[in-house]
C-alpha cells in the first residue's frame, strides 16, 4: 500500500458509523492523551488502533495485578496514560481482550532500495475465547466486511519465502501494484527488516 492508496482505506473507515479511529491527541515525553475520533484525514506511516463501539468500554491497564483495568468512561473524551516509550503512536490496552483492530501503515521497505514495506491489520478475534473473553459478533461481522472491502479493492499477490518452500500472500492496493509490476521488491518482513 503506497500513502496515495491509504485515501481508499482511510475514506471507507471513516464511512464506518461502528468504529472509531484512536488518535494520539497530546504527548508530554511518556505521558500520552489518546481520544477516539470517527475520522481521520491522512494516514501517516504509523500503527492505528480502531475501536469496533458495539465491543463494549475500552480499558485503561492499571499497570498491577492487584489493581483492576479501569473503564474509560467516554473514549471520545479522550484519556491519559503513562507509556514506557517516547515514541508511541497508539495506546496500550493490555488486557483488554480482544481489544481494538490494529493497523500497521508502512510505505517504505528496509529489504533492498526501493522496497514496498508490508502494511497490514490485526485482531485476536476468538484467539481468547477459551479463557472467557470472546470477540463480540458484531466485531467479527465488521471484521468481515473489512476483509471483503480489501479483496474487493486490492489485487492478490504472492511471494517466494525465503526461509521455507512456501509462499507468502497478500493485497496489493492499486498504486502498490502498479509499482510492484514494474519491479520495485516487497519487503517479507512486516517491519521492513531484512
Do not use: C
Amino acid at each position: 500500500m503506497t500513502r496515495t492508496d491509504t485515501d481508499l482505506l482511510r475514506e471507507w473507515i471513516n464511512s464506518q458509523s461502528a468504529v472509531a479511529w484512536i488518535i494520539k491527541a497530546v504527548q508530554d515525553g511518556k505521558m500520552y492523551t489518546w481520544r477516539a475520533v470517527d475520522r481521520i484525514d491522512r494516514i501517516e506511516e504509523q500503527t492505528y488502533s480502531i475501536w469496533h463501539k458495539a465491543s463494549g468500554p475500552l480499558t485503561i491497564p492499571s499497570g498491577r495485578r492487584d489493581v483492576p483495568d479501569g473503564a474509560i468512561a467516554d473514549p471520545f473524551q479522550g484519556w491519559t496514560q503513562k507509556l514506557e516509550r517516547e515514541t508511541a503512536t497508539s495506546p496500550w490496552f493490555g488486557a483488554n481482550l480482544p481489544g481494538p483492530y490494529t493497523f500497521d501503515f508502512r510505505e517504505k521497505g528496509g529489504s533492498a532500495p526501493n522496497a514496498l514495506a508490508r502494511s497490514g491489520f490485526q485482531w485476536a478475534a476468538d484467539r481468547y475465547r477459551a479463557i472467557g473473553l470472546p470477540a463480540h459478533p458484531e466485531a467479527k461481522r465488521w471484521w468481515r466486511r473489512l476483509q471483503r472491502f480489501i479483496a474487493d479493492n486490492a489485487t492478490p499477490i504472492s511471494w517466494p519465502d525465503k526461509h521455507t518452500s512456501s509462499h507468502r500472500r497478500a493485497y496489493a492496493f492499486n498504486e502498490a501494484y502498479s509499482q510492484i509490476a514494474q519491479g520495485p521488491s516487497v519487503d517479507d518482513n512486516p517491519f521492513g527488516l531484512p
